[in-house]
């Protein structure tokens, strides 16, 4: 584990320093550590982002001073709080997992929302049908959530159906679009432009500012896609 | 109502210091691009620190009060009237009922903070008053001022504040006018920094970087010498910050303000001081900034100094109140 400054407000843990050899493994690590540093209620820490392999801590520098850091070794004195707080707890009476939601969302692949399914297609060369089978088939973990509020950055996707993003980003692309980008595929919950490869569209909100929490997914959910007709995305909609 | 935007400006809205607690969710941070700006004029205004302001890019807001305010700016080089007279950066002033206070174009700097006594009452969306530009939600319906907007204010505070027109003091010169012609940003080193060789390096902190013209409150983008890391590795996807220095493939660095991203996967070659994101914070298209290196401690007794100096400001300014 290595801890590293993000400017002078901020600190990185990274827990491992590779996601793709093992991300189950790895996302455990990254789930563990983030739960850990928010027991720890270390003074002077704002808040707690995890991401693949990191979790960072945001800080306020004047807090931790008050909470008796010396001024010129702040960093110092927090890193080592963040190393006492990730070992102390051990592995001691606690289930070395930890109980993960799984979230279904529903996908209508209707070519009028599936901008680049014929393309991911042609790429894997399978039939769209296939895809849209591959695509339901796997099972898919949240992996870092950003990009825009509420974005879920999902591994897990067939290797079959990586595909490189686009070489010219969509100035536009509708909320609640389902999308590959490479290795990796996602959901824009938000109007906004993207280079993904869209494949089909979803009726669930995947952020609601008046929801606390106010993305429906977050880091370590299993996800899980099922195919939705029209008629049902419509109804759905309502 | 009480404050009617008769001209809402370039790109005026409404900011707080900022929303956390989100992160993990994509939310950004947000907030006036210099919460400690925001945080000064709100003690000249005589009000809460973290109370609601308007944020004004480039000019152009006029504002009519419809009751008596305390008001206060600081920021860029505006020309600021109430009515005909002259507001300069760091002082306060009342504005009467009727008052019209005018932000015309920006001679240096790009951005001002303003208060009002009482604060902007807009609903808390997330924890903030913040407006989130790019989610489009906080602050005025998630959206920048247009004109005509009408804008509720909170409570007066009490009458504990000499009614005079503008005050004879003002705040110090380095908090309330940030805008600078020659801007040298400090900054520490970033995780990334070792996979840049001594020469680009060499570049980093003895070149200047032009400011481009697609800049906005996410970042500011550079023009200047290519920067090129020794290795081609693709970096994984983590947290980056305000003041966050990230260098694209194509070699010009993007210097992240408020707005940016949770996230980013582009090396991180520095991060500016949280004391000189103020002056960052200024930089418009056609400047040149330059960056010079300190150390983590030296970044942390420098925001000790000024949050010191602050409150010895905040002493005597409860001092004139009374």
Same mark, same amino acid.
């Given at each position: 584990m290595e801890i590293t400054p993000l400017g002078d407000s901020a600190l990185i843990v990274r827990v491992r320093d590779r996601f793709e050899d093992a991300p189950q493994e790895t996302l455990s690590d990254v789930l563990r550590t983030f739960r850990r540093l928010q027991n720890a %209620?270390?003074?002077?820490?704002?808040e707690l982002a995890p991401a693949y392999t990191t979790v960072a801590i945001f800080f306020d520098p004047l807090q931790v001073a008050k909470a008796g850091a010396k001024p010129n070794q702040a960093f110092d004195w927090l890193a080592e709080r963040v190393r006492a707080a990730v070992a102390v707890i051990g592995d001691r009476g606690r289930p070395r997992t930890l109980p993960v939601r799984v979230i279904q969302i529903p996908v209508c692949y209707d070519p009028e929302f599936a901008f680049d399914l014929d393309h991911v297609a042609a790429r894997a060369h399978v039939s769209s049908r296939e895809v849209v089978d591959l695509h339901n088939a796997a099972e898919y973990r949240v992996s870092c959530v950003g990009f825009v509020p509420g974005f879920p950055f999902l591994?897990? #996707? =067939?290797?079959? #159906?990586?595909t490189p993003r686009r070489a010219t980003p969509r100035k536009e692309i509708p909320a609640g679009s389902v999308a590959i980008g490479g290795a990796q595929t996602g959901i824009y919950p938000m109007r906004s432009p993207g280079g993904w490869n869209v494949i089909g569209r979803t009726p @669930?909100? @995947?952020? %609601? =500012?008046?929801? %606390? =929490? =106010?993305?429906l997914l977050r880091v370590g959910d299993r996800v899980q896609f099922h195919s939705i007709t029209r008629e049902e995305f419509e109804v759905l909609m309502q | 109502m009480n404050a009617i935007a008769i001209r809402a400006g370039f790109l005026t809205s409404i900011q707080d210091l900022g929303r956390t607690g989100f992160r993990q969710f994509g939310v950004s941070l947000g907030g006036a691009l210099d919460s400690f700006a925001l945080r000064v004029a709100n003690l000249l205004a005589g009000g809460d620190e973290s109370a609601a302001g308007l944020e004004i890019s480039f000019g152009g807001l006029q504002l009519r009060f419809a009751d008596e305010r305390i008001v206060a700016w600081c920021g860029g080089g505006f020309d600021v009237r109430i009515g005909s007279t002259s507001l300069p950066a760091g002082h306060r002033a009342l504005a009467r009922a009727g008052d019209e206070l005018k932000f015309n174009h920006a001679q240096s700097g790009c951005r001002c903070w303003l208060a009002i006594s009482g604060g902007i009452d807009v609903p808390f969306v997330l924890g903030s008053r913040a407006t989130d530009l790019r989610a489009n939600f906080g602050g005025f319906n998630g959206r920048a001022l247009r004109d005509g907007d009408a804008i509720r204010l909170g409570t007066r505070p009490g009458s504990a504040i000499p009614a005079t027109t503008i005050s004879s003091w003002s705040a110090p010169k380095p908090w309330s006018q940030t805008a600078s012609s020659a801007p040298i940003l400090r900054f520490v080193r970033g995780?990334?920094?070792?996979?840049?060789n001594a020469s680009m390096l060499q570049r980093f902190t003895s070149e200047s970087f032009g400011v481009s013209s697609d800049s906005d409150r996410m970042g500011v983008r550079l023009a200047g010498p290519e920067l090129q890391r020794t290795d081609d590795v693709d970096l994984i996807s983590e947290a980056v910050a305000p003041g966050t220095i990230q260098v694209p493939p194509g070699g010009q660095p993007i210097l992240l303000l +408020?707005?940016?991203?949770?996230? +980013?996967g582009y090396p991180k070659i520095a991060h500016v001081v949280t004391v000189d994101l103020g002056i960052a914070a200024q930089?418009?298209? +056609?400047d040149t900034v330059r960056f010079r290196e300190i150390s983590l401690p030296e970044a942390h007794r420098l925001l000790f100094e000024r949050e010191q100096e602050l409150e010895r400001f905040r002493i005597g300014l409860s001092l004139q109140n009374k």
């Open positions: %209620d270390i003074p002077g820490v704002i591994s897990g #996707l =067939p290797k079959k #159906l990586a @669930l909100r @995947l952020f %609601d =500012p008046e929801n %606390d =929490p =106010p993305a | 995780a990334d920094w070792n996979s840049f +408020g707005d940016c991203q949770t996230i +980013g930089l418009r298209p +056609g």
